[in-house]
Every structure is written in structure tokens, then in C-alpha cells.
């Protein structure tokens, strides 16, 4: 393939549109996902990720993000930020430096008022409701109650793979609470000489198993992108079961080098892809929980 965009839920719809049409045009893979990510942090009806994202426990909207170019292996990402319009446009600007590659609470803050980033309140007024509704009864919440994870990866029409993510996390988190979003190797990895991956779900769950990281070295042994994928959340959810008697809920995306690419998931999940040979779809995998 040419070109191929991957990305998470739904909510990616409009942003998959845009990405392939930019790749189309000859765009980078690393200027596609930011634009396809942004349109989705920018949509107040996305309750998980940008403006209108889910509350903390204390009814204020922090984000994490992060970005990584597979041609370099440079990363950058942002955890705990609060106040700003794009988690993914502050997280890949810092993948350009050797280090400081990932900042978070006030020194992420800092940097992204002292390099002009736009700022935001994306506490919107459904946000704010939907908090005054649920903080009575803060402890019965299932902790993956309504968050889901924007993850994009992308492969251009020179061969390199980025990938990127952005959330506001889990609702009513803990100030302070960083999930697997931003973490390179975890919420997302790319190496253009193998393939990409991102995750979605519980966080806390995906930093167990390094799920991005492990779905890559299954594409370096040799694996297709949907064997990876599979082997990646499958292996992780049953250790998870054995040992706990339990897994909360994980879905990761892999895109191999050669555009073709892989779904693995332990719940009912839906993903967009696009690339110059398939128009952008949205489709969905059914999963009935154990
Ligand atoms: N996967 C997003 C989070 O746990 O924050």
C-alpha cells in the first residue's frame, strides 16, 4: 500500500477522512494524525478526549497525549495538563529535542505558554453537569466508565509510520492520575522499519503488559499485524484473569509497514481505517466479555 490510516473508535470518523486525504496528497504521516487527532479533541460531542473531555474527582479536565515518529524513534508527550486547546500538537512539538521529551503537570504548562499554544477551558457546561450528577456517588463508578482514547497511525507515501494519541483520561480520576496514553512503548509505539500500535481502554491495565511495545516485537518476529495484535491483548488478558481473576477493558490497533493491519480486543470496539485502496470506513468487532 501507498498510504493507510488507523485509528481508534468512532469518534475518529471525520479525523480518518482528513488524515487519508492528506496522505493522499502526498502529506506526512506526522502532519496527518495531529490534523486528524485535532479535529477530534476540538469536537465538544467526544466525551473522552479535547474540549468537553471527562472531569477529574475534582471537576476540572486534564489531559495526556503523545506522538512518536517511527523513521527517528523520537517521542514526545504530555501528562496531566490542564488549560490548553490540543494535547497533540503540544505532545508532538516536543519530539524534537534529545531530551525533556515528556512533561507533565506545571512544567508541561510552562512550556506550552512559553511556545504560544492556544489556550483552552474544556470544561464545557454538559461536563461540568455531568459532574455535579455523578460526584455524589464517586465510589460506585466503574473506573472505565465513558473514556476512550483517540489513537492514530499512519503510514505515508515515503514509508514512515507515526502514531499519536490524546485523552482526558478516566472520569473522575485523581488529581494527579496519568494513564497509558502518553507513555511511549504502552499507549503507543512506532518504528517504521517494522510497524505501529496504539491502545485504548483501562490504562492502569494496558501499563501491565507494555501492550504497544509487545505488539511491535511480535511484528519483528515475524507475525502479520492482526497475529500481533491478537497475541498481544489475548496474552495480556488471560495473565491478567489468571492472576486476578479479572481484566478491565483493552483494544490496540497495529499497523504493519506494508499498510495492512491488525485489531485486538477483550470488548466490543469500533475503529476507522483508510488508505489508497479502501475508502474510509468505520467498522466494529464484537466481543462478548468473559
Ligand atoms: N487509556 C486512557 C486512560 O486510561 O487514561
Known amino acids: 500500500m501507498k498510504y493507510a490510516v488507523l485509528a481508534t473508535w468512532k469518534m475518529a470518523e471525520e479525523g480518518t477522512k482528513k488524515a487519508a486525504r492528506m496522505l493522499a496528497e502526498g502529506k506526512s504521516s506526522a ?4 490534523e486528524g487527532i485535532a479535529m477530534v479533541e476540538d469536537n465538544p460531542d467526544f466525551h473522552s478526549v479535547g474540549y468537553g473531555g471527562r472531569p477529574n474527582a475534582e471537576g476540572r479536565v486534564f489531559f495526556d497525549g503523545g506522538f512518536m ?17 490540543s494535547a497533540i500538537r503540544i505532545a508532538a512539538s516536543l519530539q524534537d529535542s534529545d531530551a525533556n521529551n515528556f512533561l507533565v503537570g506545571e512544567g508541561a504548562e510552562r512550556y506550552a505558554a512559553a511556545h504560544g499554544f492556544e489556550r483552552r477551558d474544556n470544561v464545557t457546561p454538559e461536563a461540568k453537569q455531568l459532574y455535579e450528577q455523578e460526584k455524589e456517588r464517586l ?3 466503574s473506573a472505565y466508565d465513558g473514556h476512550d482514547t483517540v489513537c ?16 482526558s483520561g478516566l472520569f473522575m480520576k485523581q488529581p494527579g492520575r496519568v494513564g497509558d496514553t502518553p507513555l511511549p512503548g504502552v499507549g503507543y509505539y ?19 503488559g507494555a501492550l504497544s511495545y509487545a505488539a511491535v516485537r511480535f511484528l519483528k518476529d515475524g507475525l ?15 495473565t491478567l484473569i489468571r492472576r486476578n481473576g ?8 497495529v499497523l504493519s ?34
Open 69 to 85: 515518529n517511527g523513521d527517528t524513534l523520537h517521542f514526545g508527550a504530555i501528562g496531566s495538563l490542564e488549560g490548553f486547546r
Open 139 to 141: 465510589k460506585e463508578l
Open 190 to 208: 512506532a518504528d517504521s522499519e517494522t510497524g505501529a500500535a496504539a491502545a485504548t481502554g483501562m490504562g492502569e491495565e494496558i501499563m501491565k
Open 246 to 253: 479479572y481484566a478491565n477493558p483493552m483494544s490496540l490497533i
Open 31 to 34: 502532519e496527518a494524525i495531529v
Open 152 to 167: 492514530f497511525l499512519a503510514l505515508d507515501q515515503n514509508g514512515t509510520l507515526c502514531a499519536a494519541t490524546s485523552t
Open 257 to 290: 509497514r506494508d499498510g495492512t493491519y491488525g485489531i485486538g480486543t477483550n470488548i466490543t470496539f469500533t475503529y476507522c481505517y483508510a488508505s489508497d485502496r479502501e475508502a474510509a470506513a468505520v467498522h466494529e468487532i464484537v466481543v462478548e466479555r468473559k
Open 224 to 238: 502479520s499485524a492482526q497475529e500481533a495484535a491478537e497475541k498481544a491483548v489475548s496474552e495480556l488478558n488471560d
